[in-house]
């Protein structure tokens, strides 16, 4: 069995690089916080069957371009096709 493949389109200014085991929330519904759009994640070989495999696939991309969540997007089949990568607004004020 093949690893699930996502290939990383930016769409905006990417954040500040974390760590590439840095933790980041996966949503399946709109977020209510305050974002940018950073990245899509598109599915570009084999898709994820669990919310827990598609966290691990695109771990790195993430976390590599400052990612704070992944509002993800599943097909009828159960498979998780396509991510947006978001980064918090008000995690920068913070600083």
């Known amino acids: ?3 699930p493949s996502y290939k990383m389109t930016k769409t ?4 500040l690089t974390k760590p590439t085991n840095c ?7 709109k977020v209510d916080r305050p974002y940018d759009e950073i990245a899509v994640l598109d599915c570009d070989a ?4 669990d919310i827990g495999a598609f966290k691990e696939s695109v771990r790195a991309q993430v976390c590599g ?3 704070d969540a992944v509002i993800a997007e599943v097909n009828g089949a159960g498979s998780y096709v396509r991510g947006t990568v978001l980064r918090w607004k008000d995690a920068e004020a913070a600083k």
């Open 65 to 67: 371009i400052g990612g």
């Open 23 to 29: 933790d980041f929330i996966i949503a399946t519904t």
């Open 12 to 15: 905006g200014a990417a954040g």
């Open 46 to 49: 084999n898709k994820a069957g």
């Open 1 to 3: 069995m093949y690893a």
